[in-house]
């Protein structure tokens, strides 16, 4: 990076041109070519020659505040920040970047204290000249993502109309719309909640995919969907048709191992994935579960020759070593313990060359700022893994084949990622990578996708043979 002594000659002010304008000048210049670091050197140098508080001496607050963001210092950009009020009232401009700071540390509620505080007119009163969208739309669109984080879906929909009144055709405020429709549809199950500030890509429609259309038309309409485990009942279909198409779609991509093979589905719920995976020509299926209920209905409704339905834990299987070709485990590593031992256990189960095919939401989009160890938003869930932290356990024991994303979030509309942007005055809705088209929510590989993030991930794996130390 640059030394303020060695840039451009022509821009430096001289000991002659120390004048406050040249200062401040001199910063923004240093701060438009994204020379953060220098940047801060300026504007503190305008800060400390500074009499009054006017517009620019505010700028040049929330412009350093902006620098040390950039820089990973968000203490020092809340110190910043915070300096401006040695001068007067609080400008929404400095109360919105303070709210940001605080977001940044996940304190959701001094995130929304100073969110609240840019939105209020007493304060914008006080002041003139500044871009009012930190005073209106902005900060009521951190609101909205500070109360859904928190689970306060009705605050935060409060604040998204108030921020749609103000700017509606911004693409996170359009994205808000149907994220909220749909949220509001199927409340009861939080694992399937996008991040706030994203783009969802694709829309759903349950007659797009191409299965034996017994099993769809097949209803389990006696059975009410809780959000834990899907049925295929008239009430799923037109209230969680794109719950009910994702888990479609996965059952669809296991289809494709199992013809000919002996198949555990663990865990099979209500039973329609474990017929999908017979009509596929599974020679035999067993499906798993800890509910007696679920099973009962499955046998009922989706019994056959080739399938059979049994209780089960499965961490905790009474099943013979090396006893099945394909093991199938869609969204069950979540709601057990000890994700590492199913996934030990599973590779127990397997014949050698034997295909795992696992699924589980990704933490990074379905708990953002979470971590592992942290209770998820769903209740159902023990917790959530990265892709990171997958892959990480699956290579314990697997071989990874095929890496597959589901219901993609575009990177670059999230919130982290327009901080940033901001700060270093770089486009925020900027798409550089011509991604392919993802109709609905059919799974697609990782390698053919930039700058987005799956809400789901699928993955094909083949056990591991033992080393031999010849």
Known sequence: MHKPDTLQANHQPDSQESQMSNLMNYANFLYNQKNYENAAVFYEKFLLEAKTLNEETYEAYGRLSDCYIAAGDV??????????FAYGIPH?????????A???KSQLNMAIFWFDMATQETIAHEHINYDASFANWLPHLQLCVCYESSGEHEKAFHHHKIAQKYNPDHPS???????FES???RIEAPSSKAHPEAEVLGGHDTNSIDINSEILNTEQNDVIFTGERVVINDAVKKNHGDVLEEHLNRYKLAQKFVKDKRVLDAACGAGYGSKMLQVAGASHVLGVDIDEASLSNARKTYGHDQIDYAYGNVNKLELEDNSFDVVVSFETIEHIDDGSVWIKESARLLKDDGIFIVSTPNRSIANPA????????NHYHKYEYTITELVGELL???????????TFVSDYSAFQAQVVRNARAMPPTTTPYDNPVINGYELMDLGRVKDMNPLYVVVVCRKKRPVSLE
């Open 396 to 406: 314990k024991e697997y071989d990874i084949l095929e890496l597959y994303g589901q």
């Open 370 to 377: 979470g971590y592992f160890v942290e209770q998820p938003r």
């Open 92 to 100: 929404p401009v400095i109360c919105y970047k303070i709210g940001t």
């Open 173 to 179: 405020i359009v994205y808000n719309q149907k994220y």
């Open 75 to 84: 203490n020092k950009a809340l110190l910043a920040a915070f300096q401006s």
């Open 183 to 185: 949220l509001f549809r």
């Open 102 to 104: 605080f977001m940044q």
